[in-house]
């Protein structure tokens, strides 16, 4: 069975831009949850999707959004991006939303000049 | 609200010596904990995970660990490392029912010494 996939793997963008990043879930799964880990550090929580709609946010400014579709895909919108965005950022699906192991995708390398 | 320390940001071992990576956690409901493993330029791989039950819990690739309570510890284990446990480590702990979000450690890097 194919893993979390993610698109694209790496994306360089200049401040102030405007990305979006893609996420498909294991076939099954129905929570999707978005993660930023900046060099050096654990990953960062974003946000949570189950069934469409927003279950869980993190510490992240509202150039920050996402959304789930009908087939449980993601993706994540970050504008007005600044240089501190540079990180990878880590999608993990799940089968339901209750305490199921995460399953981490290759996640997608950022970077802002 | 939920916190992991990991000891140790660096922690090199001889290749066959004993692998040890240490995780304290805080919590104020009991926790779901997660060792992860992250190899250059790629995602997080799940080594093994504690829900509830036995303490000990096997993981993948000979690593172990131990939940204790009292001491708000979840060590990572391997008896005898090899080359290709080269790779950063990551604790994480799950709390509050229907919430899925993981809180990480920072990490540990772990060195092999050939």
């Known amino acids: 069975d194919a893993g979390v996939t993610q698109s694209p793997t790496h994306l360089i963008k200049t401040r102030g831009q405007h990305v979006t990043l893609r996420c498909s879930p294991i076939?099954?799964?129905?929570?999707v949850s978005w993660y930023q880990q900046v060099l050096g550090q654990g990953p960062q929580f974003i946000f949570q999707y189950y069934e469409k709609e927003e279950r869980g946010r993190g510490n992240f400014p509202d150039r920050f959004s996402a959304r789930q579709f009908p087939n449980y895909s993601s993706e994540l919108n970050v504008n007005a991006l600044l240089l501190g965005d540079s990180a990878l950022y880590l999608c993990?699906?799940?089968?339901?939303?209750?305490?199921?192991?995460?399953?981490f995708g290759p996640g997608t390398r950022l970077l802002v000049l | 609200a939920q916190s992991v320390t990991q000891l140790g940001s660096h922690v090199s071992v001889s290749e066959g010596a004993l692998v040890l990576l240490r995780c304290n956690y805080s919590?104020?409901?009991?926790?779901?904990l997660f060792w992860y493993v992250q190899y250059p330029n790629q995602g997080l791989q799940l080594l093994l995970k504690y829900t509830t039950g036995a303490t000990l819990v096997k993981g993948i690739n000979g690593f172990e660990a131990e939940f204790k309570k009292s001491e708000t510890s979840f060590h990572l284990t391997k008896p005898s490392a090899h080359m290709s446990d080269a790779a950063e480590y990551f604790c994480a702990v799950s709390v509050g029912f229907g919430n899925e979000k993981l809180t990480f450690g920072t990490g540990t890097r772990l060195t092999i010494i050939p």
């Open positions: 919590s104020s409901v009991p926790p779901y």
């Open positions: 076939s099954g799964h129905k929570s």
């Open positions: 993990a699906s799940s089968p339901s939303r209750v305490r199921e192991t995460q399953y």
